[in-house]
């Protein structure tokens, strides 16, 4: 994947480092949304956020990187001048999983559904067979996105807290399927 993606006039993903001025913004993003993000990750919060904590997360994920394990995005509004979400990818031999969010501010503008069609596609064009994601159970408005997105439904189970989650998946070929009927139905 590129260091930077162009979503649109204003959207970009622009690779994630750990250099003091990403950090500071990337600190910021997560303490403003810390309510939303908090139960997904309970132990990143337990000590409170601080700027050296998010510059090692940072250190890792570009780690990372460089082992071609995970990539992780920084989504930039150009308007906004700040960073107003991530997505990430983390890679295995064929597949990939993603996760995403955004801030509280940003949602429901389709911000999240232009990343993720242009991520999929570049995934995909990319040779990846399929795409991966879970979310927690009792978060509908994801599930909705997820099935929307043309991701099936493949199980559900309780993480090691015992909190409910779903996964989701697409294979290359059932991405290549729905386009093909999509375009038709253009026509």
Not at 29 to 40: A, D, M, Q, V
Not at 79 to 96: N, S, V
Request: aromatic share 10%; hydrophobic share 35%; glycine share 4%.
């Amino acid at each position: 994947m590129e260091k930077s993606i162009h979503i649109n006039d204003d959207i970009r993903l622009i690779q994630q480092r750990a250099r003091p001025r990403q950090v500071q913004a990337f600190l910021h993003l997560l303490k403003t949304n810390e309510k939303r993000i908090k139960p997904y990750f309970p132990g990143f919060y337990t000590d409170g956020l601080s700027f050296e904590l998010v510059q090692e997360m940072l250190q890792n994920k570009e780690k990372g990187y460089k082992e071609q394990k995970i990539t992780s995005y920084a989504i930039c509004s150009r308007k906004r001048k700040k960073i107003i979400g991530e997505f990430l990818i983390h890679h295995t031999l064929i597949d990939a999983n993603i996760s995403y969010w955004i801030d509280s501010s940003c949602a429901r503008e389709g911000i999240i559904s232009l990343v993720f069609d242009t991520v999929r596609e570049k995934l995909f064009a990319d040779k990846v067979h399929a795409i991966y994601a879970c979310c927690n159970k009792r978060n509908k408005p994801s599930i909705r996105f997820l099935k929307k997105k043309g991701l099936k439904q493949l199980a559900e189970y309780k993480n090691q807290k015992g909190k409910p989650f779903i996964d989701f998946g697409q294979t290359r070929q059932e991405y290549l399927f729905l386009n093909r009927i999509k375009l038709q139905n253009e026509r």
